[in-house]
């Protein structure tokens, strides 16, 4: 953050210090994500919200209407989400309720985990039975098959400085059209589209609260429960993940949502979706370190790069890919 842009905010919190209370020289930072966006915490004197969090998305790069629209959607559905006490949309500035500093990841462990899965499931599901279509982004073609050409271009050419040949260039090509495929004929639902560990927060009430929502879009129905399961974070024995799965897909069922009658073919949308999102990550990270010189995400590669392999290697139509996959592990 420039220190410019620090007065700024500085001098809109000031503003509005009397009506909140703030103790402004306790601003601190509270975290960063994957974004340009960066969240500050600040202690106030009310005793409604004796800590606060400002949001600081500079306009140019992360609009805030996305997150004020989808966040009114999910607080409406009553999800945990942060209340928007303040905006200043023209500079990019929030001021929220505070969901506390304690996530899934940093509690989550073989006692707690079926609980906390089970709240975070619920919670899917909550927001799935809200679904309705025109409200969210459409999660179409175009966007499913630009995040999968980030694995070529930054995985494979930035990361590893590799060329594929032209038989492995039709090979991704038709991977890529059968995994679109897959998703697109799975029923739509709103998709959260980073449901996972670092974006859970441990709640005392009404758990999970919930953050980075801003690129919520109406799209496949195994997407939240990919991104909760198959978390590219932490990793769990494939029997829990099969069995938290069966009880996502046992619940949605009873509750009326569009699941396959047979939980076979729900578990295989639930493998080839996540395989769509494992290619995208594998970009994102590469991405993430070369572009925006973030290379912490780099040490999550080998964890994300086991599940592609696994999965493309379950179904004969993949095998190609898996081999492509294969092929990387030692560079």
Known sequence: MTYSRLRILENWL???????????????????D?????????????TDFPTLIVMDAPPQHEPL???????????????????????NVAEGFLLLSDL????????????????LYKDAMLAIIRMQMASKSNVLPEYGRELLNRELELFPEWYLKRHLNLEVSDLQHSQLKSAFELIIQNNLAQPSVYVHRDYHSRNLMIAKENNPGILDFQDAVYGPITYDAVSLWRDAYISWPEEMVIDWVIKFWEQGRKMGLPMHADFGDFYRDFEWMGLQRHLKILGIFSRLCYRDGKKDYLKDIPLVLKYAIATANRYIELKPL??????????
Not at 18 to 25: A, G, R, S, T
Not at 102 to 114: C, F, P, R
Request: aromatic share 8%; proline share 5%; hydrophobic share 35%.
């Open 14 to 32: 000031k503003d509005l210090e009397p009506k909140w209370l703030l103790d402004i020289p306790t601003l601190a930072p509270a975290s960063s």
């Open 100 to 115: 506390g500093s304690e996530t899934y990841l940093t509690n989550l462990n073989s006692d707690n985990a079926n609980h």
């Open 34 to 46: 994957a974004s340009f966006r960066r969240y500050f915490r600040i202690k106030s004197q009310n």
């Open 322 to 331: 898996a081999r492509i996959l294969e092929s990387t592990c030692n560079d």
């Open 65 to 87: 209407k996305s997150f004020i629209d989808v966040d009114l959607l999910l607080q409406n559905e009553g999800l945990n989400v942060p209340k928007i006490l303040e905006k």
